[in-house]
């Protein structure tokens, strides 16, 4: 059913649902476009509508190819939308869950383009702070790239910003600190985990995830309840992915570093992975599989709880309503403390191992170790067994057998 959004834009069909709102096919004064039209209880907080007016100037502004542009903000009666740049395709994330993961030179071409976007805005002074597969559109209809790849585009430029800004203090007050953390769990750099603000290396950060992904098929320290990803991304080194080339890996750690100034800008980062492009022409996908995931820690105060079963750690933007069926992660966070992020090896390193084992140390992995201790325990009862059973049978048998005779006498030969 078709519906108006304010006096120029129509919306016909849904294209897809998030956190933040549902995105539908339009028509506007110039064809066709896609109107990410926000929740109503987001556009009835009158806040936030002014951050959203405040940022027009920004999204209006920001041009680039691998950049899906917002054309227009509207914002009438309950309605606040965007109207932005219809892209004919699909995201990464479902690409993503259809073939598991990406041959190296197609993963690299995607980030590479991805990473030229991330510069474009970075130079604008705009930061995206919520990089993830679900947010990077694939145009069909572009000419295939390195690999057999798509032409990549980034989405939802300020939305997480617009959505998520701390409330303004009230006058006369000092701002608060900071005490959530505004993202998807898996992709969050370890400074936004300590309470930091978020700057342009946060997104080098979540696109260096993103690769690792794309090449591996899950999260270098995603898996289980969100306080342990959160731990994880301060906490842990990064596991290395066999069977790349060493130049690639080293890219990978760079930008995956803890310490933000000791990453790569984006402009960097684009022209690297470009040039490992040649390299990686032909090479199959990795044969590596996910590992398997630590028993789920408690949820803590205040922290919404997640549910173990799914890969991912999928939360609700907003306390209170439901996930979405499309494993959109985002999700408000309060920052762990101290004591927190030092905390245990519950649901630490996640090891990838070759297809068809178990991680070392996994839930899985002792599992299958204490059966075959239990078949070596049984083997060696069964054994135990039967040498009892044979020793009481010689036993009992020995006095029915003849003994043989002792004779005192010598024996003499005879003479001839």
């Not at 110039?30 to 109503?40: F, N």
């Not at 007016?53 to 917002?70: D, F, K, N, T």
Request: hydrophobic fraction near 40%; charge should be neutral; proline fraction near 10%.
């Amino acid at each position: 059913m078709a519906r108006k959004i304010g006096s120029r834009y129509t919306a016909h069909q849904i294209l897809g649902r998030g956190s933040a709102g549902t995105v539908w096919l339009g028509e506007g004064p110039d064809g066709p476009v896609a109107v990410k039209l926000l929740r109503e209880d987001l556009a009835s907080d009158q806040e936030l509508v002014g951050r959203f007016v405040q940022e027009r100037s920004a999204l209006l502004g920001l041009e680039h190819p691998h950049v899906v542009s917002v054309r227009d903000l509207v914002v009438d009666g309950n309605d606040l939308a965007l109207v932005m740049d219809l892209v004919r395709g699909t995201d990464l994330r479902t690409r993503l869950d259809r073939e598991r993961r990406l041959a190296p030179e197609a993963a690299v071409a995607i980030v590479a383009d991805v990473a030229d976007a991330l510069a474009a805005a970075h130079a604008a002074g705009v930061v995206h702070r919520d990089v993830k597969p679900e947010n990077v559109l694939l145009d069909m209809q572009g000419p295939l790239g390195p690999g057999g790849s798509h032409p990549a585009l980034l989405t939802d430029f300020g939305v997480a910003k617009l959505i998520d800004s701390p409330r303004r203090a009230t006058a006369g007050r000092a701002t608060a600190p900071t005490t959530r953390i505004i993202g998807t769990p898996d992709y969050l750099a370890p400074e936004i985990v300590e309470g930091l603000p978020p700057r342009a290396a946060v997104d080098i950060y979540a696109l260096a995830t993103v690769l690792y992904e794309l090449l591996a098929g899950f999260t270098p320290f995603g898996g289980g309840h969100p306080g342990a990803v959160l731990r994880r991304h301060v906490t842990e080194t990064v596991v290395p992915l066999p069977g790349i080339p060493d130049e690639l890996w080293q890219l990978i750690v760079q930008c995956l570093a803890k310490a933000p100034a000791s990453r790569l800008r984006a402009s960097e980062l684009s022209v690297r992975l470009r040039d490992l492009l040649p390299m990686l022409a032909g090479m199959p996908p990795l044969d590596v599989d996910e590992p398997d995931d630590a028993e789920p820690e408690p949820a803590a105060p205040e922290e919404p709880s997640a549910d173990p079963v799914r890969r991912r750690s999928v939360v609700p933007l907003v306390p209170g309503s439901a996930t979405d069926s499309n494993r959109d992660t985002h999700t408000s966070m309060r920052v762990p403390g101290p004591d927190e992020l030092a905390g245990g090896a519950l649901g630490t390193a996640r090891v990838p191992r070759p297809a068809g084992g178990h991680r070392p140390g996994s839930a899985r992995h002792r599992a299958e170790a204490a059966r075959k201790r239990r078949l070596t325990l049984s083997a060696v009862a069964v054994a135990l067994a039967a040498a009892v059973g044979l020793g009481s049978w010689l036993a009992l048998s020995g006095g029915d057998e003849p003994k043989p005779r002792q004779d005192n006498k010598q024996s003499v030969p005879r003479v001839p």
